[in-house]
């Protein structure tokens, strides 16, 4: 039996039911579907109405092997880096499970917690003209879009920044994908069917997240005052 909600509810449905799905199976994206996805990045606002973002679609294997390649890399020496200098054990300091703890670490300076992209049927790498003043603002916001119609749709998606944050991977990505140089490489979105249900992540209480007037002073003075 259909579910029917109202524009609210169906809102804060998509919103609530978004996931960064790093799994999928091997079913390909629909057509139809990925058309849906990249029209709502269309949609998106932008500064002065500049549409800032471009979108390159990317099926082929072997270019999502070298995509993963690169996310792997960049994020194998940013968590690398992490974990020498401490950061990650103090981010880590609340988990007491040691198995788990040495996984997370083991997943994070490996870099397969972005190397994924060479499994997700569909790359989408966003790009964004360079000379756009708000085209770093402009592309996440097409990008959000994105991947709340991917949840409405009930599909996975990611948004992985990792092969485009160190300025040699994103030459990497430029030349394997022929990126003329007025534009960057923003982020890569990976996009399929989710092997599994995720669990939501823990959000902090909204009442230390508002505030009144002034940074600090509390807009919700108790957590009871929050509203659902």
Known sequence: MAEHFTLVEAAKKIILDRRSIRDYTQEPVADEDLDLILEMGRQAPSGEDAQPWRFIIVKDPEARRKLGAIAGGGSGRRFTAEFVTQKMQERFANLKDEAKKKAAFEKLTSGSVSAFLAEAPVNVIVCGKKHVWDMPFDVSAAIENMLLMVAALGLGACWVIAPCIDIRDEERVKELFDMP????????????????????????????????????????????EVKG
């Open 181 to 224: 140089e007025g534009y960057k490489a923003v982020s890569i979105l990976s996009v399929g069917h989710p092997l599994r249900p995720h669990r939501p992540r823990p959000r902090l209480p909204i009442h230390e997240l508002v505030f009144k007037e002034k940074f600090g002073q509390g807009y919700y003075n108790k957590p009871e």
